[in-house]
């Protein structure tokens, strides 16, 4: 039997106000969790216009302060939420990572949501090829 764990940070490992940012930004993302994956497209396209492209040092402070602010997208389950609020706040600061969603390229099914930074995917430990692309917000 396996178990799965929960990623903890401490939250005051984080600065106040990037705090605040980081819970703001992981309310945005609940609300936008629950649309479509078409809604949840177009309305990352919108914000991200006039981002430039965050790095991938940039891109995992941002995971970090989301995960140390919710529980929720510290979980195996909280990965639309936890990349959503993740590509939020770095937008916040002007920057956009490309968000994207795929499903696992061998069986059984399951799907996944994560940032990338340079090509890589942050904060993740699958290898590369182990998910498919469906689609991006670059």
Do not use: N
């Not at 078409?38 to 396209?45: A, E, F, P, Y």
């Amino acid at each position: 039997m396996t178990m799965q764990g929960v990623v903890l940070h401490d939250p005051r490992s984080v600065p106040l106000p990037q705090r605040l940012a980081a819970h703001a930004a992981v309310g945005a993302a609940r609300l936008l969790a629950t649309r479509s994956p078409r809604r949840i497209r177009g309305v990352l396209g919108l914000v991200r216009r006039g981002a430039r492209p965050a790095g991938c040092v940039e891109t995992k402070e941002a995971r970090d302060a989301v995960v140390a602010v919710s529980l929720a997208c510290g979980g195996p389950e909280g990965c639309l939420v936890r990349s959503l609020a993740t590509a939020l706040l770095c937008r916040l600061h002007g920057r956009w990572p490309v968000w994207c969603l795929g499903v696992r390229y061998t069986a059984p099914f399951g799907a996944h949501a994560w940032v990338e930074a340079g090509g890589e995917a942050v904060g993740e430990d699958f290898p590369p090829g182990y998910f498919r692309t469906l689609f991006t917000v670059p």
